[in-house]
């Protein structure tokens, strides 16, 4: 008969399974905290609204016009007087370009339509603007 002695340990186990879902817990916190973190940078205008209002394409260029006159070409601000050299610039990259104007609501229809045949003298063949979509009752 063999007897046990009684100094003998048991071998130490590392338990992986709670640690997995401790990480896991972390990561799904980390990803939705993220998420609600992230901002949307563009320049800040009130668009008007309009019943047709769809996305406009990816390959875009965006004008905007905010209602104290400063005038935005893809986020960056620009001199009235250059936006036809930045429109040639943009259009000889991507001949189908679309031109979307982004014009606050309290900016003059005069100054748009100043700014739609700017882009139309360039050779701008796809223009658009920029609305949010009507609430529907």
């Known amino acids: 008969m063999r007897l046990q002695k009684k100094g003998t340990l048991k071998k130490a186990r590392i338990e992986i399974i709670p640690m997995i879902d401790t990480i896991f817990f972390l990561l799904v916190f980390f990803m939705i905290s993220t998420l609600s973190m992230s901002r949307f940078t563009g320049v800040q205008v009130n ?53 979307v104007i982004n014009a606050d609501d309290g900016v003059q229809h005069g100054r748009v339509v100043e700014i739609m045949d700017q882009a139309r003298q360039t050779g701008t063949t796809k223009l658009s603007i920029a609305v949010k979509p009507k609430e529907t009752k």
Do not use: C, M, W, Y
């Open 47 to 99: 668009l008007p609204k309009a019943a047709s209002g769809s996305q406009p394409p990816t390959e875009t260029v965006v004008i905007s016009l905010t209602k104290d006159d400063q005038l935005f070409f893809n986020k960056t601000q620009l001199p009235a007087e250059s936006l036809r050299q930045s429109l040639r610039t943009e259009l000889a990259k991507n001949p189908e370009l679309l031109v």
